[in-house]
């Protein structure tokens, strides 16, 4: 029954997502926001909100294995199995942007999270957390991040941007349906995975990264294989590593900005594997001269996820 209720309330959060998406979308358009910008928030965004639901949820119930490890396991996910199940299937070409832009800014987001839940390692304090002003800090950084990409994305022609298709009343009740949905849905989805684990005899933190992580990170996983049978492997890699990017800086930053989250159950190794998913990413990007994900690299990717969810069960 826990199970049915799970996938109940991950149904309503990724319809509710939808929703939510479509109609601010719609209303951007309707007070004729450039399509480009459209896209580089409201969509980008939209793809991380269940996990930002999820996380935020935690956060305020004071669940703060799940909130980070939400978190944890979503990048890991993306990396480790969405990239490498597309590299799988269609080898992934890099972009300037992937490699100037995207990669690197995923890299120092993967380390300043290494840095803000290493209070004990770097003597800032007696356990580990990411207190409320490292919360705000992280928010503003994104801010900045989002500023500086609009400001360097070429505008399109004004003959390219699309008339608003949608009535604003109908975008109004879709955003308040999204909503409902994703409130509703993380609620359920929240309480159906906490009861699993206890039935389970795993903590919170393992069931966070692994089966929650898992489940928000469906949006991306369908956007990702879509973008690729239409033969846009730059837009399945870009949709990767900016939900990356908005997981750390915007997710984990409004969780711990409303709550401070202690690490509990996550451990330094599982902080370690989201510098390693970068890591990796980096080295491809910057050392080979193909400057494209293959076949084996996400043979490579799929495997090292394999190895650690082994671990994650067996510790």
């Known amino acids: 029954m826990d199970i049915l209720?799970?996938?109940?309330?991950?149904?309503?959060?990724?319809g509710g997502a939808n929703?939510?998406?479509?109609g601010a979308a719609a209303i951007a358009q309707r007070f004729r926001v450039p399509e480009f910008i459209i896209g580089l928030t409201v969509v980008a965004i939209g793809t991380s909100t269940p996990e930002l639901v999820v996380s935020?949820?935690?956060a305020i119930a004071g669940k703060s294995d799940m909130a980070i490890g939400n978190v944890v396991g979503s990048n890991l996910f993306n990396v480790f199995v969405i990239v490498g199940i597309c590299a799988l299937v269609r080898p992934m070409a890099l972009t300037r942007d992937n490699i100037r832009r995207d990669i690197p800014f995923g890299m120092i987001g993967s380390l300043l999270l290494l840095a803000v839940t290493s209070d004990r390692l770097l003597h800032l304090g007696t356990y580990d957390r990411i207190g409320r002003a490292e919360g705000i800090g992280m928010l503003l950084?994104?801010?900045?991040l989002m500023w500086y990409t609009i400001r360097r994305t070429p505008r399109p022609a004004a003959a390219e941007q699309t008339k608003p298709a949608m009535k604003t009343g109908l975008a109004s009740v879709l955003i308040l349906g999204g909503l409902a949905g994703l409130i509703g849905g993380g609620e359920l989805f929240l309480h159906s995975a906490t009861t699993i684990a206890r039935h389970l005899g795993v903590s919170e933190s393992v069931i966070a990264i692994t089966l929650v992580a898992g489940g928000t990170s469906l949006p991306e996983l369908a956007s990702s294989l879509v973008s690729l049978a239409k033969g846009k492997s730059d837009m399945a890699l870009g949709n990767v590593l900016g939900s990356?990017?908005?997981n750390i800086l915007l997710i984990l930053g409004a969780s711990a900005t409303i709550h401070p989250l202690s690490m509990g159950g996550i451990t330094l190794v599982d902080i370690l594997m989201v510098v390693l998913s970068s890591l990796l990413l980096f080295v491809t990007a910057f050392t080979f001269r193909r400057k494209t994900i293959d076949r084996p690299e996400g043979a490579i990717f799929l495997t090292i996820y394999v190895a650690y969810i082994w671990y994650l069960i067996a510790k």
């Open 141 to 144: 950084l994104y801010a900045a």
């Open 19 to 22: 929703f939510l998406t479509d």
């Open 5 to 14: 209720l799970l996938l109940a309330g991950l149904g309503l959060i990724l």
């Open 244 to 246: 990356n990017i908005a």
């Open 56 to 58: 935020v949820l935690s």
